[in-house]
């Protein structure tokens, strides 16, 4: 879901994608527009170097695909990934939320300067009053104040009735706003669940029929739907999980909450006509505020694009996450040309093919498609830490159990202090690892393992054996010490 959803949040993106470093083959690029040649054997290196089963790209300029192409397998039979391949496509998903509420304000159905409240009068967070000020401009921009962490808490959830937007809605009355309405920045799928359910409000019909209507029937996306198909012959990509580098199928499709945030899927071959319209201003799809936003825009996120500038040339681009499967996809306004990469793998270890194929593809400076070192030293380092604690819990039971007859402390504050403080530590250890370490990320405990499977293993891990230490050293530590007093 999106992007969110790894542990990086959209602004670190922005800093992934300032960075140059060495490409795929370790070499510079010469900022020259590559061959479709070499473009594919760039991603078949790539894909080999980080074992991503399946993948697709498609470019585009003067609104015309110039090359598209699968690589790679769609599932664990072997199924080889075609152009019409639906994948995941997650927060990329936004823009099409975005668009069709601009579609409706177009169409003098809804202001996106008016507050929230005016179309759904029962939206509101702890801070009732702010909540009264968030506009639909706030949500469509991540200005609304809430939290990348509330956008994150329902990943997991299921539910798939009819009234699912709905509860995304209402569940934020439990929520505190991190910022006023419109004062900072802070990337959250809270704020494209509630704008989901403002569409399926307005147009009163499920927000998986009013994409249909509204966007894929009216350019030809044969083969996208929201996250259920649509048709029984869909043959579309099964996400993968890394597993220490090792990915394995495991599709996951989130419940209807999510729709508006991440839940589209796409083809290769729909996705670049996406693109295609809405560069060219495709009067069947795209509203002047969408147009005027492309051409005129100085912020870094507004209406579900993000705004920079690489090596001098504007770019206009944005990146999803969904457990299994990772999309990146970019435009350059001044060249008028642009590039798509979606692959259906994704993990703590699967590093930055998504953004250094496009990248490469457009001609920009390259950048390490490695997995980060930071990832690297988190999912090693919480390993390594995993089998220490593990052993230290072994060998402090083991010296508990042989001692437990044995004479102790004669001070009873003392004898207390020792079982109690270790204890003590040991569980706040354990409500760390489950409750803070996640939220330095922007997920809680359940998003972390869906997202990063190994991770979350390893945390789990730690969070039993802290538990199972400081409940199994009390037990031991008490028996002696009435042992002891008995003696």
């Not at 870094?300 to 299994?324: K, L």
Request: net charge positive; hydrophobic share 45%; proline share 5%.
């Amino acid at each position: 879901m999106t992007n969110h959803a790894r542990w990086i949040c959209s602004l670190l993106l922005i800093g992934v994608l300032l960075h140059t470093g060495a490409s795929a083959s370790g070499q510079e690029s010469d900022h020259m527009a590559p061959t479709a040649q070499e473009i594919d054997a760039y991603i078949e290196d790539g894909m080999t170097q980080l074992n991503v089963p399946g993948a697709a790209v498609a470019l585009f300029e003067d609104g015309k695909i110039t090359h598209q192409r699968g690589f790679g397998r769609r599932n664990s039979s072997g199924d080889p990934v075609t152009l019409q391949t639906p994948f995941q496509i997650a927060s990329v998903t936004k823009s099409f939320t975005s668009l069709i509420v601009l579609q409706l304000a177009d169409e003098g159905r809804l202001s996106i300067d008016d507050p929230l409240v005016n179309y759904i009068p029962y939206f509101r967070t702890s801070n009732r009053e702010m909540s009264k000020a968030i506009t639909i401009r706030h949500l469509m921009n991540h200005r609304s104040g809430l939290s990348t962490l509330d956008g994150n808490r329902y990943q997991r959830t299921k539910y798939r009735g009819a009234d699912a937007t709905e509860r995304a809605v209402r569940k934020l009355a439990r929520v505190n706003l991190r910022a006023a309405p419109g004062e900072q920045f802070q990337y959250s799928n809270a704020n494209y669940a509630t704008l989901a359910h403002l569409i399926e409000t307005i147009e009163q019909i499920p927000h998986e029929e009013v994409m249909e209507a509204r966007i894929f029937s009216k350019i030809g996306m044969a083969n996208t739907y929201v996250q259920i198909p649509n048709k029984p012959t869909a043959e579309e990509a099964k996400g993968h999980l890394q597993w220490f580098g090792v990915p394995r199928e495991d599709h996951v499709i989130a419940g209807r909450m999510m729709m508006g945030a991440g839940g589209i899927t796409t083809s290769a071959e729909d996705l670049a006509k996406y693109l295609i319209a809405i560069s060219q201003n495709d009067p069947r799809i795209v509203p002047a505020a969408l147009t005027h936003s492309w051409e005129n825009n100085e912020l870094v996120y507004e209406f579900g694009w993000q705004y920079d500038t690489i090596d001098g040339r504007r770019v206009i681009f944005h990146d999803g996450a969904n457990p299994g499967f990772r999309a990146f996809v970019m435009y350059e306004p001044g060249a008028n040309k642009g590039a798509l990469f979606i692959k259906n793998m994704s993990g703590t270890l699967d590093g930055n093919l998504h953004l250094g194929a496009v990248r490469y593809a457009l001609g920009m400076p390259s950048i390490d498609i490695s997995p980060s070192d930071f990832f690297e030293k988190l999912l090693w380092g919480t390993l390594v830490l995993t089998v220490f604690l593990a052993l230290a819990c072994f060998f402090s039971l083991r010296r508990l159990i042989k001692n437990a007859y044995k004479p102790w402390w004669n001070s009873k504050p003392l004898r207390w202090g020792l079982i109690i403080f270790p204890s003590a530590v040991l569980v706040a250890f354990a409500f760390a690892l489950w409750f803070y370490v996640p939220r330095t990320f922007g997920v809680n405990f359940a998003s972390a393992s869906l997202f990063n499977p190994d991770l979350g293993a390893l945390l789990l891990a730690q969070v039993f054996i802290a538990l199972t230490w400081a409940s199994a050293r009390t037990v031991f530590l008490v028996r002696r010490c009435r042992t002891h007093s008995n003696n």
